[in-house]
């Protein structure tokens, strides 16, 4: 508990600030049961007003929480997330921001994430950082993403306004992933187009082990030791888990690659891909699944420009 504490101080004050009176709800399941009692403690010490949820666990990234928890956190005025699978892409995060409520999703955190790494970045830091990159994304039509292990792909943004994950959440509708640190998009449906190879991880593999074929917008093929366990996944949904629903960059210097998404996908000298819904930010496929793909030392171009070389921040 005395470790998970370090990172949910930073949590509270840092990037929600709480305050005293503040309507605090904490969603959880049993399996993260310690880090949001960690949460609880370091909102009671701001005054804030909590109440814990612990929910059953859920069965994939995407999935509606009941709706006992979605009509909860419509009426929080902050809301915490340490679960299992993401509450990001669903429709109960996405009412709950537009009924005002600040949204802290953390999907497979661990006590070990809360103690150390991107948990502890300087958040001030990583905001102004990510808000470069979406700055530069939202302005641009056309992304090129070339990676030295094989990756090739292109698709459009014209029009997609581009998501700042700062891990500063302070205003009314204000949401994101703590820890925190990457700028998002979604592709334009049916543009995306070339061969991605995930070689950081996916699926909770490390190193890669994901091989896919995008054709107008979709994966079509999937290849790899870790493809069975991804196309297992998609095939409950159907044919809109197929979609490449998101692009993003990671922005926060602390994070590590450790096999696990929530802190994979914010790692500096990265990009990820991610397949299934993106309605929640700017995209027209809802899904109920979302699943992301780490790739290493990229190189993308925006309109031709170079954004990122040999994974090199150029802003």
């Not at 310690?34 to 949820?53: F, H, N, Q």
């Not at 299992?84 to 109960?92: D, E, K, V």
């Amino acid at each position: 508990m005395h470790g998970s504490l370090i990172g949910a101080r930073i949590a509270v004050k840092t990037c929600m600030s709480v305050k005293s009176g503040e309507r605090v709800l904490i969603v959880t399941d049993p399996p993260r049961r310690k880090i949001a009692e960690a949460l609880l403690e370091a909102v009671r010490i701001v005054g804030g007003k909590t109440m814990l949820i612990c929910m059953p666990t859920g069965t994939k990234h995407g999935e509606e929480p009941p709706k006992l928890v979605a009509d909860a956190m419509r009426t929080a005025d902050i809301v915490f997330a340490p679960t299992t699978y993401s509450l990001t892409h669903t429709q109960a995060r996405l009412h709950a921001c537009k009924a005002g409520a600040r949204v802290a999703t953390m999907p497979m955190i661990t006590e070990d994430m809360m103690r150390r790494g991107a948990m502890l970045a300087d958040y001030n830091q990583v905001r102004k950082l990510t808000l470069k990159v979406a700055k530069v994304l939202d302005k641009a039509s056309e992304v090129e993403v070339r990676t030295r292990a094989g990756t090739h792909l292109t698709f459009g943004i014209r029009g997609r306004r581009a998501h700042s994950d700062t891990g500063i959440f302070h205003k009314p509708g204000d949401f994101g992933n703590l820890p925190a640190g990457e700028a998002f998009i979604a592709p334009l449906e049916g543009t995306a187009d070339g061969r991605v190879i995930v070689d950081g991880s996916m699926v909770d593999a490390l190193h890669g082990g994901i091989e896919l074929g995008v054709k107008k917008g979709e994966a079509i093929e999937i290849l790899g030791k870790h493809s069975g366990k991804l196309t297992r996944m998609l095939d409950k949904v159907g044919k809109r888990a197929y979609n490449l629903a998101e692009f993003g960059i990671g922005t926060n210097p602390n994070a590590r690659l450790i096999g696990n998404v929530l802190e994979d996908e914010k790692v500096m000298r990265t990009c990820h891909i991610a397949l299934g819904d993106n309605s929640t930010f700017g995209g027209k496929v809802r899904a109920g699944i979302h699943v992301d793909g780490i790739l290493l030392k990229p190189t993308v171009r925006l309109d031709g420009k170079i954004l990122m070389l040999d994974g090199e921040l150029k802003v």
